[in-house]
């Protein structure tokens, strides 16, 4: 069975502070994709990751696709109260269906 | 564009009626998906379709649960009897082009089983 094991389940920091969760797995990903949830709505994708060493950056995010497509990160700069949600990977095998970590659930202090 | 419409948005239900959740995929999307979410396990896929044809139903948990998607534009996801610990959120996605592209959610039904 794959698993995609997501640290730390939750996080609470101060507006300002820099940040950093994570995403792994001992399988292989064709592609990893992140998302963040609020509540009472759905997951929203953020960005897909293809190669390995991969670096995205969406404004202060940066997401990078770890070199051998097991593992990822995403690197939050001052967090924002609106940063707040659950962070979800995704993982999707190269013969297989996508598989979701159980998140990161992130709260940003004003 | 309208994104993934899920109805209803909440349902409360005693023990051992029916629930019927509802979806409509974004058009063109030829893959859905249905999903359960509870804080101790997480998002779990429940069943796919795709071109409105069921691939794999794993995930149903067991024979209370079922799925179908009639046309392109319309699925449910049924529980016949509910039970409590069938109480979660249950969300429906669509994706376009192959199962591993990105998913495009609804806001998910809060179901509350009494």
């Known amino acids: 069975t794959q698993l995609l094991e997501q640290s730390p389940q939750f996080l609470s920091i101060q507006e300002g502070e820099n940040l950093t969760v994570y995403c792994n797995s001992s399988s292989v990903f064709s592609s990893l994709q992140w998302y963040r949830q609020e509540p009472g709505e759905g997951p929203v994708l953020l960005v897909t990751?293809?190669?390995?060493?991969e670096v995205k950056k969406l404004k202060r995010l940066t997401f990078q696709f770890g070199d051998a497509r097991k593992d990822s990160s995403l690197h939050i700069t001052a967090a924002q109260p609106g940063d707040t949600g659950l962070y979800l990977c995704?993982?999707?095998?190269?013969?297989?269906?996508?598989?979701f970590g159980k998140g990161t659930r992130l709260h940003i202090l004003p | 564009d309208a994104g993934v419409i899920q109805s209803p948005r909440h349902e409360v239900t005693e023990m051992g009626q029916e629930v019927t959740l509802r979806c409509k995929p974004i058009?063109?999307?030829?893959?859905l998906f249905w999903y359960r979410q509870t804080m101790m396990r997480g998002l779990e896929l429940l069943i796919y379709f795709n071109n409105n044809v069921p691939i794999d139903d794993s995930g149903m948990p067991e024979d209370r649960f079922s799925a179908k998607m009639p046309n392109a534009s319309f699925s449910t996801l049924k529980i016949q009897p509910s039970e409590p610990r069938d109480s979660a959120v249950y969300f429906c996605a669509s994706s376009a082009g192959t199962r591993n592209q990105p998913q495009h959610f609804g806001d998910g039904t809060r179901l509350s089983i009494l």
């Open positions: 995704a993982g999707a095998p190269p013969d297989d269906k996508i598989i």
């Open positions: 058009s063109g999307h030829d893959y």
């Open positions: 990751v293809v190669t390995g060493g």
